[in-house]
């Protein structure tokens, strides 16, 4: 229905994917383990439980939503407890093997728990898990292989492989169990990419099939490949409370495909959460899309049975949308104003640029055809319809706005407007933008602007009870959609939330210079306070980025002279005139560098526009530059309120070397006590979808007693067979522990050691 340019076809076959029967992370961190190890050692984390719950939950993942109860209860006596827990002496820990793979896994031998807390006011609790009776005997790991037919495949740029959808993949499946009775009796489950289950044997160990059904307007065939991958044994499931072997993530695995199959073919799914639609008032969010409501599900070994954790999930989605509307949106955004457009409307290069950066790897269907034909983008043309010719079979050449007004009415309204390039590069099917509309129910891949984050924000917040009367309605969804695949895989769901014990602890009282302060109605009132050492704000000066130079200078630095006389903290005015630039890249980096030749100690950045570039100008300051940076969006530097510079005067203290404030010494724990080092570890990924930046992986430790002062170590890490990097482990792990103790001996007399290290690892869901 295009215009297609001609060229010789060809073909490159898709290299075979990797079977993810297994992520890195189990394979690597298997453990025999006691029975009191729960869901949340498994991820590394005790994750964002509310601060002040301190509960013996059997499954603490970072994504539980403790409610607290109308009645508290009692906690249990320590050795009540340890019955209630399993707590038991330390067994030798033995080389487990894999049921699937017989391979010995890592073990690890652990300390027996001295004990459970005792502080605080006993608190019964609500948690978002839900127990689960699992199955005994085998599940059977079936290896799929979908490809389309070899005509289709041509169509698929040559530098990427046939990579069909997980929608289509469903799809298929679900065609081919339908038609097949051997599949159907046994009503398999299916990941979407390459995993398939089922409770019995199929009578086949390898078997081809062709599938053919309607899609996009057009019959389409298949060619599928079902293989004998793997016998899981549900059994070992049962025996990690039992015995105390490692938990065998194959079964886990299986597990969350079972409970996610039977919501994913009906919905929406994103990873491990199930979208079910927009809801009826959709925030937007900017960017041409809007927030969906859904729900994530994750299977969790518990320390006395498996959990379904059921929580509330939300993400951007693309409006289905007119391509032009959608143009319209982005450009009114990006220049602040509304952007219109005539028949005889040009786009510039920069905005052509700027449109296929967003529209780069959507799909968009047609709109000019009786049936909807989708197509996914390669990029936007810089030459208008009017200007872009292709060749046809005859060997004669028409441009894209002859071929559509000859062959389409009313059509080609905007003919001065750029094309939708789709197919390959030897054979690129344009398409005028007016033809195209965006394809719904599709996420946002990209990471959100700093716009869109605030406004998820502004949407998302919710009191604890509302948030759990949606995670319970999940429940139910989940339940319902999940039945029959349930039933035949023999797994039962309690559809009530469990309970577990908890204790409210009593908040800290803090210490500020001549003054202890004591938390009261849920928060620190810091009017009137001090800060324990406060550092000289000497040497600053003020950076204005797509804003109005006048009108916020003078005020700020007005207002940050006030809070900082509350706070006991000197500062001068700045050492040179204030800077207003733009947002160009080059712009910040110049302004940057000038400041840095004046032996700036701290640039004040004040972001104007509606989308600032705030990771550029840390990025230059803080990579290229060398120099500190304290950012503040427009508004709030028109701002007269107090306490929003009280706060950003503690984070300058804090980044000039001043301690703002410590624990009071009998507040504090008895593990802090001693001259303690805390580390944070984590490793970031870029978002999905994004196949250039690597993963960093970064260590966070305390310099100091009180714990005020912190360094890092960061690592970049890149795997080699892949152009992407989604590691987990932290593969230097030694080497920046090392850097981090030798910081902590050059910050305490270069002689002091840590008498001991606290380390907290945040892990993967």
Known sequence: GGGRGRGRRRQKSAPKDKHPRESQESSMQRRSVETEQTADTQRG????????????????????????????????????????????????????TSPTSGVPQQTAQFPRRSGYGRLGTPVNLLTNHFAMKLPRGNV??????????????????????VCLSSRINREVIK????????????????????NLYSREELPFRERKFEVQFDGDGRKR??????????????????????KHSAVPQEAIQALDIIVRYGPSIKFTPVGRSIFTGPPKDIPYLGSGCKAWYGYYTSVRPAQSMCMLNVDRAVAAFYEAIPVTDFMAKLFSELARTKFTFTSSSQLTASQCEALSNELKDLKVETSHLTYARHYRVVGVTLKSAEELRFELPDNDTKTVAEYFRTNYSNCMKFPNLPCIQSGTLQRPVYLPLEACRIVGEQPYRKKLTDSMTAQMNNHTRHPPEDRFASISESVGKVLEESAPYLKRFDITVDNKATKVPGRVLDPPSLVFNGKNLSRAAGRWNAAGIRLLEAKPFQKWAILVVDGRYSQVVSNLIQELKKAAQSFGMRVNDPVCDSVCIGVDRRDILQALRDLKKRDVELVVVVLGGRTPPYADIKEAAEVQVGIRTQCIVERNARSTTSALYLNILMKINAKLGGINNGLLREDKPGVLKPLAMIIGADVTHPAPGDRTRPSIAACVASM?????KYRAAIRVQIQEQEAVARVEIIEDLKGMVKELLAAFRQANNRHRKPDQIIFYRDGVS
Do not use: C, W
């Open 221 to 242: 065939k298949f060619n599928v490949t079902v293989k004998y991958a793997a016998t899981v044994s549900m059994d070992a499931l049962h025996d990690v409370y039992k």
């Open 45 to 96: 984390g005790a994750g964002n439980q509310e601060a002040n719950h301190a509960a013996m939950v059997p499954n603490a993942a970072s994504s539980a939503t403790p409610v607290a109860a109308q009645q508290p209860v009692r906690q249990p006596d320590g050795a009540a407890a340890r019955e209630t827990l399993g707590m038991g002496a330390v067994r030798k820990a033995l080389p487990a």
């Open 175 to 194: 065609t081919l169990v339908d038609n097949h009775s051997e599949m159907l009796q046994n009503q398999p489950v299916f990941d979407g990419r390459k």
């Open 140 to 161: 059977f790991h079936y290896d799929v292989s979908i490809r389309s037919s070899p005509k289709e495949e041509a169509t698929v740029p040559v530098e990427q492989p």
């Open 704 to 708: 100091d007693d009180h714990p005020a």
